[in-house]
């Protein structure tokens, strides 16, 4: 798998132009995207293997995707932003809750603040991408209350260590409240 997923990784680094062809035009820099299809599923390859419990895979694929974005702006290109980050996010997110890969949690963190400020658009992360995911994504563990106070208590704040902290005591407040209402209490007790 390992093989596999560095050769997809060495594929769009050393093949960008085979999918971004650039071209001046008069009023600046001009983008066209070739073979999107097969960009697209190369990148949900990498998706996909975030699903996987192979820590040295997860963190392999998510080093090739920073590395991608630091020398080709892959998360500001507009297929990524319109197809393919609400996901990334969405399963980063979920991998930080579950604890499956918490020795990367780090790792995560920073590829999520990069991808949300890759666009310079951060209100989109915290207006609709946050609240999308905490309605969608919280196995219906969480009411709507709960749901409100997540996204109302994620400050937004834009810069790396402060967004890394928020993220972290989101998580955090978000397995409190997976817990919390999972438990069996007994008739009488308070509910959070």
Request: proline fraction near 2%; glycine fraction near 2%; aromatic fraction near 14%.
């Amino acid at each position: 798998k390992s093989t596999f997923y560095q050769l997809l990784y060495q594929t769009l680094l050393h093949n960008w132009q085979f999918f971004f062809k650039s071209s001046l035009k008069v009023t600046g820099k001009v983008t066209e995207v070739n073979n999107s299809d097969i960009f697209l599923q190369v990148l949900r390859c990498f998706g996909q293997s975030f699903m996987d419990s192979d820590i040295h895979i997860f963190r392999q694929n998510v080093l090739a995707l920073e590395h991608l974005n630091q020398k080709w702006n892959l998360y500001s290109k507009q297929i990524f932003v319109e197809n393919l980050m609400a996901e990334f996010l969405s399963v980063f997110l979920q991998v930080l809750i579950a604890k499956s890969h918490n020795l990367l949690r780090e790792e995560i963190a920073i590829a999520t603040y990069n991808m949300a400020a890759a666009t310079q658009d951060f209100p989109a992360f915290f207006h609709k991408f946050l609240p999308h995911f905490v309605r969608n994504c919280t196995n219906q563990l969480i009411d709507e209350n709960q749901q409100a106070m997540l996204v109302q208590g994620f400050t937004k704040d834009t810069d790396l260590p402060s967004f890394v902290a928020n993220l972290a005591k989101f998580v955090n407040d978000v397995r409190f409240y997976q817990n919390i209402n999972s438990s069996l209490l007994p008739s009488g007790s308070v509910k959070f």
